[in-house]
C-alpha cells in the first residue's frame, strides 16, 4: 500500500497536536490546511496548506486533485460553514471523514452562566447600564460591540481588530493562549470586569477566564456552539488516533 494522504483542517490546539502526533510516521503523507486568518500562526509539525478553498466545491475539487484518503475537520467548533463544507465534500468524492471536536464546557458548582446562541444576543444581554466587560469572542466579530457604546471593553485576540471598535471606551489585549487561571484572576481583577463574554469553545487552552470568573464571582455570557451535523466525531486526539489507526488497516487489508 503506498501511504495514506490525509488533510487536516486545522487552527486549533487539537489539530496541531494530532499533526505532531503524525508526523514521524511512515506510512502517512499528511498535510494541514489553515484557513489563514492569523497573520503570525504557529510553527507546524507538517507541510501546511494556506487559505480557503472556495467552498465545499472548491474542497471537493482538492480532495480529488490531491487523491486524499481521508479528511479530518480539526476546526474550531463556531467554524460552522467550513464543517458543512467538509462534510459536503467529502460525501461528494466519497471520501472518509470525521471531525475532531473537544466537547463544550458545562457549568459547575459556582458558575454564573447566561446562555445565548450569537454574539449580537449577548452583547444585547448586557444590559443599559454601563459594565466593564471582557470580550474574549476573538476579532472577527468583536464589531458587534458597537451596538452597545455604554460600556468599556477590554478585547482580548491574537490578531489585532480591524478595523478597531467605534465605541469610546475600549481596551485592546493582543495575546495567544494558553492562559494560565493565575493570569485570567490577575487580569479581570486588574481592571475590574463586571462580566465576561465567551464563546464555549471548550478544551483547556482558554478555561482559564472560566474558572477565573467563578472564582470571583463574575458573570459569564455563553455563546453556545451550533453543533455541526454531518460527521462522525473524534472527541479527543488520542480517539483521533485510534480512528486513523483503523483507517489505514481497512486500507491495508483492501490493498489500496
Known sequence: MDKARILILGG???????????ASRADLDVVLSLAGRTADPAL????????GFGGAEGLARYLREEAIDLLIDATHPFAARISTNASQAAAQC?????????????????????SVHSIAQAVAALG???????????????????????HHYWVRSVDPVEPPLTVPNVSYIISRGPFRLADELDMLQRHGIDVVVAKNSGGGATYGKIEAARHLGIKVIMIERTEAAGLPVAETVDAALDRIDHFVSSLMKRGV
Open 44 to 51: 507546524q509539525p507538517v507541510p501546511v496548506r494556506r487559505g
Open 128 to 150: 443599559a447600564r454601563p459594565l466593564r466587560v471582557f470580550l474574549a469572542t476573538g476579532r472577527q466579530e468583536a464589531h458587534q460591540a458597537n451596538a452597545a457604546p455604554q
Open 12 to 22: 486549533t490546539t487539537e489539530a496541531r497536536a494530532l499533526a505532531a502526533s503524525l
Open 94 to 114: 466519497d471520501v472518509s471523514a470525521f471531525a475532531l471536536r473537544r466537547p463544550a464546557w458545562v457549568p459547575v458548582e459556582g458558575d454564573e452562566w447566561l
